[in-house]
Nanobody, 119 residues
């Protein structure tokens, strides 16, 4: 079992920055990929960025060059640094821990944190 708690959301003007944190507890977090998803009103949840257990990263095209995902396994924490924010980045951001074990995905989710970007 993994418990995830996000923090760092808030209201920011367009062009500004925020850093989201996702603190994990309960299991060996370093075994899991850390992923950030977001869901805007009326839209489906989308994967924004992910970082593997060995540090490999990937990003959605819409955030490449603006967002950076990182992890600190000593602190059991995954971060999402968001720069040059745009109004279309407004959404609830969810942290997800995932690992593939015994032929299936093992997923855990945080409660979400609101990010609002004003124009």
């Amino acid at each position: 079992q993994v418990q995830l708690v996000e923090s760092g959301g808030g209201l920011v003007q367009a062009g500004g920055s925020l850093r989201l944190s996702c603190a994990a507890s309960g299991s060996t977090f370093s075994d899991y990929a850390g992923r950030w998803h977001r869901q805007a009103p009326g839209k489906q949840r989308e994967l924004v960025a992910s970082i593997g257990s060995r540090g490999t990263t990937s990003y959605a095209e819409s955030v490449k060059g603006r967002f950076t995902i990182s992890r600190d396994n000593a602190k059991n924490t995954v971060y999402l640094q968001m720069n040059s924010l745009k109004p279309e980045d407004t959404a609830v951001y969810y942290c997800n821990a995932r690992r593939f074990v015994f032929g299936t995905y093992d997923d855990y989710w945080g409660q979400g944190t609101q990010v609002t970007v004003s124009s």
